[in-house]
């Protein structure tokens, strides 16, 4: 509880240090920023901490983070004082704004705490880091801890820094060195710092845009309906999900299931569906909760990849509910605080904010202020840091932001093509070089585009997946047309032209890629079609007709982007008109999130994994952060627009759609906590759970957290088995190698693991005392760790080191012992 507070109190101060910044930053919102400042201050200030650190203006420790703190306060006082004639404004004072803004500020709290408190909450009732990716990202954290300079050290791979985007962990480190808790509490309370900076972000986009819509002349304030439709963006955000609950309930209840002749249950409508377990028929007797083992587990896998032989391959489909009830923090959640403080900068663009002039060379110039253009190149180089994939469909937000503003002010002509160029390549090259430092050590598995010429998403998946999003966002795409029924006609010529024009030349690039690879790399494209038994001529034949038999996934996603096109570029557009029109942004989230879904249907990012597995998983993500936002602006639109019966169809409808979206968090969470009746009580800190299971390691662990800086020598194994690399990951010290299946995907390759994997096998296993002498001093171990796993996974042969060396730890069947410094 004590640790809740303190980071409670804490981000909650910095949100106030930073709001004066904030208010002068963002003039156009009608928030001013106030529910995003606490995202603000996290970035900024990880920034500068990271920075500083980076360029050894700083150290790795408390006294750095305060520095970066008084930046912080330095930079809001000096908006304050450089803006000296709007505070002494009365009307735009931010003491003005307080006082007129009471249940904004009020919502925005009750907002926050509610929603730490409840994630924390449920992460007290399931803290175990011991699965999936999350010792991997304890590992970062603890390295981070301890790593005395930037870079931090790699903690699975002796001698290298961490090559990942690992700004979260930075930010996650800062809060526990000053908060003065152990890594593997501050993972879960970083999890529930994400989830209601989620929250109070995901209010604030959607308030701005409702207190900004045009409803026509009979309300004048509309603050007051947005602060109450704004809780519907964290609602669709962060808590409604997929269908894919509502079949597990039906499924387990035994409909569309009946008895044959011989006593077995059959379906054709779950054997149609081919969801894997829901394939299966359910056990007896029926009832409503799941409980087939990790059946929450499936809605993050809807989408179901096969290949020409009928291989089945796992797709991942995430959404934000489930990483929260995996209790993963990895980078794509870490990003959601950041990736909304995008969409916001980029809704504050639209809205005509940061107008001025930058000139350029060559007699060009941008027509934004400089704080705005600094802002943006920080916040876009953050997203990469934080999660590499972001940094695209944000860039592309605030390009097409600006460009849409600038277009309602100028017209559409050749200047925007112009504008684009203008304000993304500087955009860009900042971004990159404001993070310079990041980059010098980074190295990606990612490798270009490839076709995705056979992988075919089905209607039925998609509706499965983004149902709870589509029929909203479809109620509103109908009922726009009334309100482009005027001067601002949509263009449907345009729509269609550019809707199935880009479907066609995806599908066209997809297999000019393959043709072109059949040159350049005619044995592997040989390979290819020797695995699926085909000529090129056959394949062809053969996912032509597999697209054709799955068109309703395509007829979907243009019956969502034509009208978008269409509305997004009406035939004769309003230029110069009183306030912006929030509908046309709220259509550009909408076109984005379609083609970030629509992409993988025909290419994917070149990776380890060989197929759009991880494609879908990154895009997907990021497209349910967008169409989320848009569904929640459709649902508080349409709730205030809609008349007589098609309003009380439409909020029934509405009911239900939530009602279907909120089971799987309503039934995850009872399965996930055990009804939240954890059988060793409430805590966030997983190190209790070592202690519990192996309470000789645990002190063996806790003693080496004590012990200066150096190199451990520990069993190596496989990815996703917490066993292995455990010492390195509860302590922050380098191992000699910890995951080699996620060192390569880090790094692009095995090379740099070299003989590692072998050479602490030999070591442990040698009777030669020169021949694990030679291994120790190659690779510079000073802790060797031996342990339960060590002797459940080699014969080791302890004598040499207990002839040879000092032995610091010892208890029970865990020994540390420590070779002399070199």
């Keep these: 509880m004590t640790a809740f507070l303190t980071w409670y109190f804490l981000v909650t101060l910095l949100g106030w240090l930073t709001f004066p910044l904030v208010f002068a930053l963002f003039p156009a919102l009608a928030d001013r920023g106030y529910a995003l400042s606490r995202a603000a201050g996290m970035l900024i200030w990880g920034y500068v901490f990271w920075l500083f650190a980076s360029l050894g203006i700083a150290q790795n420790d408390s006294g750095g983070i305060i520095l970066a703190l008084i930046v912080i306060v330095a930079l809001s006082g000096w908006s304050l004082v450089n803006r000296k004639s709007e505070i002494e404004n009365l009307k735009s004072s931010i003491v003005n704004f307080l006082k007129s803004n009471v249940p904004l500020l009020l919502t925005t709290e009750i907002l926050f705490l509610v929603a730490f408190a409840f994630l924390a909450f449920v992460r007290s009732a399931n803290p175990e880091l011991n699965g999936t990716e999350r010792p991997m990202e304890l590992a970062f954290i603890n390295a981070i801890l301890r790593s005395p300079t930037f870079p931090p050290q790699d903690p699975w791979l002796s001698g290298y820094a961490i090559s990942y985007y690992y700004f979260g ?20 309370l970083m999890t529930s710092l994400v989830f209601a900076l989620g929250a109070v972000g995901s209010y604030g986009i959607l308030y701005n845009l409702l207190a900004k819509a045009d409803r026509g002349p009979q309300t004048t304030d509309r603050r007051p309906l947005a602060t109450v439709y704004g809780l519907f963006a964290p609602l669709f955000l962060l808590l409604v999900s997929n269908f894919e609950a509502l079949l597990e309930v039906l499924h387990r209840l035994g409909l569309f299931w009946t008895k044959n002749a011989a006593g077995q249950y059959t379906s054709p409508f779950w054997t149609w569906l081919d969801m894997k377990e829901l394939s299966q028929p359910p056990l007896e007797p029926f009832q409503f909760e799941p409980d087939r083992y990790l059946w929450w587990w499936r809605a993050s896998r809807v989408i179901q990849d096969y290949d020409m032989m009928g291989n089945h391959l796992e797709v991942i489909d995430e959404f934000p509910f489930f990483s929260f009830l995996l209790g993963d923090l990895h980078p794509h959640v870490l990003a959601i605080p950041f990736g909304l403080l995008a969409i916001a900068a980029a809704l504050h663009l639209f809205l005509g904010g940061w107008r001025g002039e930058i000139k350029l060379p060559w007699g060009m110039k ?36 600006y ?28 971004s990159i070089l404001l993070y310079f430092p990041f980059y010098l050590g980074f190295s990606s598995q990612a490798g270009g585009v490839l076709p995705n010429i056979m992988y075919v998403t089905r209607g039925a998946h998609l509706w499965v997946m983004w149902g709870t999003l589509l029929i909203p966002i479809l109620a509103y795409l109908i009922y726009a047309r009334t309100q482009y029924a005027g001067e601002e006609k949509p263009n449907w010529k345009l729509a269609l032209s550019l809707g199935l024009g880009f479907t066609f030349l995806l599908w066209a690039f997809s297999w000019l890629i393959g043709w072109i690879g059949s040159y350049v790399d005619p044995d592997f494209v040989g390979g290819f079609l020797a695995s699926q038994n085909m000529t090129a001529g056959q394949l062809f034949t053969a996912a032509s007709l597999r697209r054709l038999s799955h068109i309703a996934s395509l007829i979907t996603l243009l019956a969502v982007l034509l009208p978008t096109l269409a509305y997004l570029f009406p035939k004769s557009p309003i230029v110069n008109r009183q306030s912006p029109n929030v509908n046309q942004f709220v259509l550009l989230l909408l076109l984005l999130g379609g083609i970030l879904i629509l992409a993988p249907e025909f290419v994917y990012l070149r990776d380890q994994f060989g197929y759009r597995i991880n494609t879908v998983f990154k895009f997907y993500y990021q497209a349910w952060m967008l169409w989320s936002l848009a569904a929640a602006f459709a649902a508080a639109w349409l709730f205030q627009n809609l008349k007589a019966v098609e309003n009380i169809i439409f909020r029934v409808v509405t009911a239900l759609i939530v009602f279907a979206g909120l089971l799987y968090p309503a039934l995850g969470l009872m399965t996930k906590t055990d009804n939240f009746k954890p059988f060793f009580g409430f805590t966030l800190d997983d190190f209790d759970r070592v202690k519990r ?75 030669q005392w020169d021949e694990a002498q030679a291994i120790i001093n190659f690779y510079n171990i000073r802790y060797i760790f031996v342990g339960t796993t060590e002797y459940a996974t080699m014969p080791v042969k302890e004598e040499k080191f207990r002839a040879h060396l000092k032995i610091i730890f010892q208890q029970g069947s865990v020994t540390v012992y420590e070779a002399p410094s070199r």
């Design 169 to 188: 962990y930075v930010m996650t480190a800062m809060l526990a060195r000053l908060s003065g808790i152990p890594g593997s509490m501050a993972h879960n």
């Design 366 to 401: 941008l027509h934004i202020t400089y704080p705005g253009f600094l802002f943006s190149a920080i916040l876009l180089g953050g997203l990469a840091f934080l999660n590499t994939w972001d940094i695209l469909i944000a860039a592309a937000l605030l390009v097409g932001a």
């Design 403 to 430: 460009v849409f503003w600038r277009a309602s002010e100028d017209g559409w002509n050749w200047e925007r093509l112009e504008d684009i160029f203008l304000l993304g390549l500087p955009l860009g090259f900042f």
């Design 693 to 767: 299971e192996n309470p000789d390691e645990a002190a063996a662990i806790e003693f080496l957290q004590t012990v200066p800086n150096g190199v451990v020598a520990e069993a190596i194994g496989g990815s996703y088995l917490s066993q292995f690399a455990r010492v390195a990951t509860y302590t922050g010290l380098q191992n000699v190698l910890g995951w080699p299946g996620h060192e390569a995907q880090w790094r692009g390759g095995y090379e740099p693991q070299g003989t590692r994997n072998d050479d602490i096998m030999r070591l442990y296993t040698t009777t």
